[in-house]
């Protein structure tokens, strides 16, 4: 079956833009979170979507948010682009985000200039 | 944000020798997860274990979640050169149980 499907694999902005990430999860997945890693921080907790409603959310600031779709798909944004933010955005599936494991995409290289 | 003690950060072993690495929390988890990074990719997910004093096994890979559920272990016996990468254990609570916290990595380098 398909893996999780990240889009686009590379990205380039500017500081000041915005930028909107996708994810489509494996399917019959409903649960969908996001991660930043960066050689800094680690992998650090974005936000988790299960069936269109933002479950959990990590210490990020608010230029960082999210959605998910009716067909699980989810998609995040950040706004006002800064230098700090650029990093490897991972998503990854689960069935319910309970006691099941988690699938990651390969990640969306951004990097901001 | 906060990250799992992991150690090694680094090691570079011979093929064929047993690798061990280790994850320390300050919090305790009820489930522990061992994931394997490649360049240029997510993390996999080798091992999952879900109960204090647990070992469990996936092949040539071993691990144990501790009894004080604030550790967790992860044995590799014979290494073949394929086991390059970066290894990340991550905890997860009831509290909040979509969120994994992760480890800091063990990069692993195995030579010929």
């Known amino acids: 079956k398909a893996g999780v499907t990240q889009t686009p694999r590379y990205l380039i902005k500017t500081r000041g833009q915005q930028v909107t990430l996708s994810c489509s999860p494996i399917s019959g997945h409903r649960s969908v979170s996001w991660y930043q890693q960066t050689p800094g921080q680690g992998l650090q907790f974005l936000f988790e979507?299960?069936?269109?409603?933002?479950?959990n959310k990590g210490n990020f600031p608010g230029r960082f948010s999210g959605r998910q779709f009716s067909n699980s798909r989810s998609e995040m944004n950040v706004s006002t682009l800064e230098l700090g933010d650029s990093a490897l955005y991972l998503c990854?599936?689960?069935?319910?985000?309970?006691?099941?494991?988690?699938?990651f995409g390969s990640g969306t290289r951004l990097t901001v200039v | 944000g906060q990250q799992l003690n992991q150690s090694p950060q680094s090691m570079f072993i011979q093929e064929g020798e047993d690798v061990s690495m280790n994850c320390t929390s300050s919090s305790i988890f009820n489930t522990w997860l061992w994931y394997k990074q490649d360049p240029g990719e997510g993390p996999v997910l080798l091992i999952a274990?879900?109960?204090?004093?647990e070992l469990t096994s996936n092949g040539r890979l071993t691990a144990q979640f501790g009894i004080t559920r604030k550790d967790s272990f992860l044995n590799i016996s014979a290494s073949i050169p394929s086991d390059v990468g970066i290894y990340f254990c991550a905890g997860r609570d009831t509290g909040t149980a979509s969120k994994l916290t992760f480890g800091t990595g063990t990069r692993l380098q195995v030579t010929l």
């Open positions: 990854a599936s689960s069935l319910t985000g309970g006691s099941d494991g988690y699938t």
């Open positions: 274990l879900y109960k204090a004093g």
């Open positions: 979507y299960f069936s269109e409603t933002q479950r």
